[in-house]
């Protein structure tokens, strides 16, 4: 259903471009592939309180109550309701009560729950992650036209006593100091001045 509600996004996002070029028939060969799929959505990927996550390979149902684990995935809810599937019945306020309900927590959004204990297809891409249904988070890109606020530590505070961590002029000198884009991206994650690995 994940990929449906991002069918539908997408189908949606072309209608609009092909509307202001001047190709209204383009537009409404679109939008009528955009309600077909929602359709499809709605028919097949509605469990009765969110969205489903799939049909594996054998068609069983990935994502559903009837599941022992893995019942809801975070992916489907947010793309489904961003695509505006279910916005008209319903749909989308329950399957983002559903989120609130059963995956957010005051460290963040669960990728699903509950978590797999064993090795299944819709974990795949990442299993650890899937498995243990470990807070969804992606680090946050800083703005490059705003500067980095954090005060520096200076050479005395850095590793080897030198700036860069002890290592020489021209060897990522700003990573090893955690002012590279890569610290600031994922601050909070490792301490500043961790070797990177």
């Avoid at 509950?114 to 498995?131: C, E, G, L, Q």
């Avoid at 505070?157 to 890569?182: C, E, K, L, M």
Wanted: proline share 7%; charged share 25%; glycine share 14%.
């Amino acid at each position: 259903m994940f990929i449906g509600g991002l069918f539908v996004l997408a189908a949606t996002e072309f209608a609009q471009i092909a509307e202001r070029r001047g190709r209204a028939s383009d537009a409404a060969g679109y939008r009528a592939e955009a309600e077909k799929m929602a359709h499809v959505v709605t028919e097949h990927g509605w469990d009765g309180e969110w969205f489903r996550r799939a049909y594996d390979h054998a068609g069983r149902v990935v994502g559903s109550a009837e599941n022992a684990e893995g019942q809801i995935f975070i992916e489907p809810q947010g793309m489904c309701v961003m695509s505006g599937i279910g916005l008209r019945n319903g749909m989308a306020v329950r399957a983002l009560a559903s989120v609130r309900k059963r995956l957010a927590t005051s460290h963040g959004i669960l990728l699903l729950q509950p978590a797999y204990t064993r090795y299944h297809r819709a974990a795949r891409r990442s299993r650890a992650a899937r498995r243990l249904g470990r807070v969804h988070r992606h680090p946050a890109l800083p703005r490059r036209d705003v500067p980095d606020q954090r005060p520096q530590p200076g050479p005395d505070q850095r590793p080897g006593g030198q700036p860069g961590g002890g290592r020489s002029p021209g060897q990522g000198n700003a990573r090893a100091a955690g002012t590279g884009r890569y610290d600031r991206a994922c601050r909070g994650s490792r301490p500043v001045n961790a070797p990177m690995r």
